[in-house]
């Protein structure tokens, strides 16, 4: 006889696993192509030009101290600036349930302890 032996968690990955996923390629697109391996951001995103034809760099942000509520943000397009959000102008929209963004806060502040 062959016991069912399922203990108190029964999924296949755990929230930090998953979160590494994600983060990885989410929905087709890395956050690392912009936010770095381990979230800390510096990541080169593009070249422009400001008003005075000055040359500029566009880099991803550290986003490993986000709190929850602004890494959702973050996701669905907006951030905060002095205590209100506002849409993004480069951030893509991702799509993301409430489990796959706890995960990839799991995963990102996993890393904030190493």
């Keep these: 006889m062959i016991e069912n032996n399922t203990s108190q968690d029964e999924s296949f990955l755990s929230d930090i ?23 800390k951001g510096g990541q080169k ?39 209100h959000y506002r849409r993004h102008q480069i951030m893509p929209i991702y799509y993301l349930t409430p489990q796959e963004v706890q995960a990839l806060y799991s995963f990102l502040h996993s890393k904030i302890k190493k």
Excluded: W
């Design 17 to 39: 696993e998953y979160g590494k996923m994600l983060y990885v390629n989410p929905r087709g697109i890395s956050c690392a192509k912009c936010h770095g391996k381990n979230g």
């Design 45 to 83: 995103i593009a070249k422009y030009y400001d008003q005075n034809k000055n040359p500029k760099l566009l880099k991803g942000v550290d986003i490993t101290a986000y709190s929850f509520e602004d890494l959702n943000a973050s996701l669905q397009n907006r951030y905060k600036e002095n205590n």
